[in-house]
């Protein structure tokens, strides 16, 4: 069964009282984060895993959950604390250390929540998922980008060559 990586980190708050916000450092001052409404006992995901700037977030927060306190937790963590501490003050809260990274328990329990739901996935259908294409696969899409344009563009000699003197 495929588990959200997002969500097993969710779960080290899952006895909070707010909006827990697991980052995962994406690098480039953007994160893999998801957002759940947590009431102390039970999770309740706000959105799907996603890759997005950390201002962003900051400003999603701030629009819409104002009134709640959001627990920060992951490996992302500091740095979007350290970035939007300013923005949400003391709402913004960094879990402690113990609690800021992925738990193989946590993990495993959303694995037997999702079967219990009757999930279930053969090893041939389990594959990761990724929010964004690698750097690698960035860079060659805008290698093979800019070539197709090179060859869009229509054949004038002059603007390569010059002729006569």
Do not use: W
Request: net charge negative; charged share 25%; aromatic share 8%.
């Amino acid at each position: 069964i495929g588990v959200s990586t997002l969500e097993s980190l969710a779960l080290n708050g899952v006895a909070l009282d707010g909006i827990l916000c697991p980052c995962m450092n994406a690098r480039r001052q953007q994160v893999y984060n998801a957002l759940f409404d947590c009431d102390g006992t039970t999770l309740t995901r706000l959105c799907e895993d996603r890759a997005l700037a950390i201002s962003e977030l900051g400003e999603e927060l701030t629009e819409k959950y104002s009134d709640r306190p959001v627990y920060l937790m992951g490996d992302g963590a500091t740095i979007t604390y350290d970035a939007l501490r300013d923005t949400l003050g003391d709402r913004l809260v960094l879990l402690p250390e113990r609690l800021i990274h992925q738990s193989g328990y946590n993990t495993a329990m959303c694995g037997l929540r999702l079967y219990r739901e009757g999930v279930r996935t053969t090893d041939f259908e389990l594959a990761p998922v990724y929010l964004r294409p690698s750097q690698a696969e960035r860079m060659r899409m805008e290698k093979l980008k800019s070539e197709s344009n090179c060859y869009s563009q229509p054949y004038n000699p002059r603007s390569t060559y010059r002729y006569g003197p």
